[in-house]
């Protein structure tokens, strides 16, 4: 098992594009759904949403736990074969330190995707819905991102989803930045998009949020005007842009939200989804002087800030290359000590057994000593030798290998006379 029994699978804006992203991104109703079903049915497993990416890891244990994995993950987002990847074993565990680098991100190296791993396993620890082995895996990956970011340059100059968004509205509606930005949502990207404005100088900034409490808070913080998203159409009216990072079931804006708070207005009015799923409705763009901008348009953006990163990724790659390699080594001791702990501890009882056996019939000389050796090793050769004799091991060229391996048969002859004490 270990390493070996690792799996990943796939939905993201460099396999699918965009559109199918956000076509098939997991609802906030959706995502606990489908990790309530994870854990009922026994998978060790962990779902990661983000902006960028629905991806589900799995440790399994055969192909019924795999064909599972899949069928709940197609289930729950629609994605097709075709719009996903799989990988399995060390690529798997790769794929998910490169994902915690940012070398996976829309954005090469930015930092948001650290929490967002770190949340993903923390959820289905406190369910205690996930064994073992995944949360040493996930953690290691997160501590890995850390790591990096801390000893190269992936993350300098490094672009935010919420600053190059801010950035996008700074280029395409520069007069937004000196009337009315409505910032909905108040979670961690809204934050920092209403932090970012506040830092280019908005002349007015309006965070709405579901939870009135949270929206206050962020306006305490900033100083900034707060309402609930049940207000968003009376300051639709009064906007000049509107940046949506919020998780919904559905589009919180649509044609018909806009015709309503905007009746004949023909003030520009500039709207930055960076929701998935999508919070503005896409056909909102067909509506006079409105003009819809989402994650894929981040991509210009970000585009003049990735030189200097781009030359670290072969620095973090040698990086990841090096973890993984210590990671893998430390998995596959995981799995054998329980093993050997058990082998070591039925070799000592049995020898135990045979000196108190051999006291008990008298002093040990010579003799004695050379049958009380012999009876410890037919004693501990007596199970391998009886699974040999009754055929349940395979013993064609690979598995003989293997088995002369584990037994110390290679080099049978120079070792003879070795001790193992200290392995």
């Known amino acids: 098992m270990g390493l ?44 990661l949403s983000t902006c ?16 599972l994995a899949v069928a709940i993950f197609r289930q729950a987002t629609g994605a097709t074969e075709e719009e996903t990847a799989q990988v399995q074993g060390p690529e798997a565990a790769r794929h998910l330190l490169r994902v915690a680098a940012g070398l996976e991100s829309l954005i090469l190296g930015e930092g948001e995707i650290l929490a967002q791993v770190r949340e993903a396993i923390e959820t289905v620890e406190d369910a205690g819905s996930v064994g073992i082995f995944l949360p040493t895996l996930f953690h290691c990956a997160v501590r890995f991102g850390g790591r990096v970011r801390a000893e190269t340059r992936i993350g300098q100059g490094a672009l935010s989803v919420a600053s190059a968004a801010v ?121 006079a002087d409105v003009e819809l901008h989402d994650l894929s348009h981040l991509e210009l953006v970000v585009a003049d800030h990735r030189a200097l990163r781009q030359r670290e990724v072969p620095r973090v790659e040698a990086l990841l290359e090096r973890e993984l390699a210590i990671f893998e080594s430390q998995a596959r001791e995981s799995v054998a000590r329980p093993l050997v702990g058990e082998l070591r501890r039925r070799a000592e009882a049995i020898r135990r057994e045979e000196l108190e056996r051999a006291r008990r019939a008298g002093p040990l000389d010579e003799r004695a000593l050379e ?39 290679e080099n049978g002859a120079s070792q003879a006379g070795e001790s193992d004490e200290g392995s």
Request: some cysteine.
């Open 371 to 409: 049958h009380l050796t012999r009876r410890i090793v037919d004693r501990l050769l007596q199970g391998p030798s009886a699974a040999l004799r009754r055929g349940d091991l395979a013993l064609d060229p690979s598995h003989a290998s293997y088995l002369r391996t584990i037994l110390g048969l």
């Open 167 to 287: 950035q996008l509205l700074s280029r395409n509606h520069p007069q937004a930045l000196t009337g009315t930005v409505v910032v909905i949502g108040a979670g961690m990207t809204g934050r920092k998009v209403a932090r970012h404005l506040q830092a280019e100088g908005s002349a007015r900034i309006v965070v709405l949020n579901r939870t009135l409490e949270h929206a206050q808070d962020l306006a305490a913080e900033l100083g900034v005007v707060h309402g609930a998203l049940a207000d968003l159409p009376l300051w639709l009216a009064e906007a000049d842009a509107v940046i949506a990072a919020v998780a919904v079931d559905e589009p919180v804006i649509t044609r018909e939200v806009l015709r309503v708070a905007r009746p004949q207005s023909s003030k520009p009015l500039g709207l930055l989804d960076l929701s998935l799923p999508r919070a503005i409705d896409p056909p909102c763009a067909k509506e």
């Open 52 to 67: 960028n990416r629905t991806e589900l890891y799995w440790h399994t244990r055969g192909a019924d736990d795999d064909r």
């Open 4 to 47: 070996s029994a690792v799996r990943a699978l796939t939905l993201n804006h460099r396999v699918a594009g965009f559109d199918s992203l956000a076509r098939h991104a997991l609802t906030p109703a959706a995502l606990a759904a489908a990790r309530q079903r994870l854990g009922q049915d026994g998978l060790e497993a962990v779902l």
